[in-house]
């Protein structure tokens, strides 16, 4: 069953295989399918296949560019709002409607930091009133940003629940309350709709 074939019986194969194949010869001025490539393509086709090196060191310092490539195409979207090359994070018009709905208000939180350098001055003058004063404010300003996050979070959801209510709008109030933490001029991507203007 599984012995080998003696030599008579592989030479009786290949005779019946060249009769067959003999009757079968293509006609030469029929079609092969594809034009036939000039001299000059064909020549420049093989140097390029023959200059791509296949080392590791190569393919990954070919990733890094690939790599190096996409992240500017990502920063110049951040910078310009172009949504074909935004982050996942960034991409689709919930995420967008937030954006805007953030960057048309003023928001509390976006002052944290100019109140905080402020208050740490304040604090570290060796003058009491000055540093009751300090942690006063600090209170003030913790819960001046907990009610204005609580109003932003409750409008935005009334608002995503009206334009989209179809849509999954899961991380998007997320997405909106750590936007307003930052100061506008460092928001990315950049804001496009000025203060006031309707989202």
Known sequence: ??????????????????????????????PKGRPTPKRSEAQSQRRSVANTSTTRKDASKRQREERRAAMDKQRQALAGGDERYLPARDKGPIRKFARNFIDSRFNVAEFF????????????????????IALLLWLVVIVLIVLDSIMTSVRLKKQLNERFPDENKRGAVAYALMRSLQMRRLRLPKPQVKRGERP
């Open 113 to 132: 930091l100019p109140m905080a350098v402020v208050i740490l001055v304040l604090s570290m003058v060796r003058v009491g009133s000055l540093q009751n």
């Open 1 to 30: 069953m599984f012995r080998s074939r003696s030599k008579e019986e592989k030479a009786a194969l290949a005779d019946k295989a060249s009769l067959t194949d003999s009757t079968q010869t293509r006609d030469p001025q029929a």
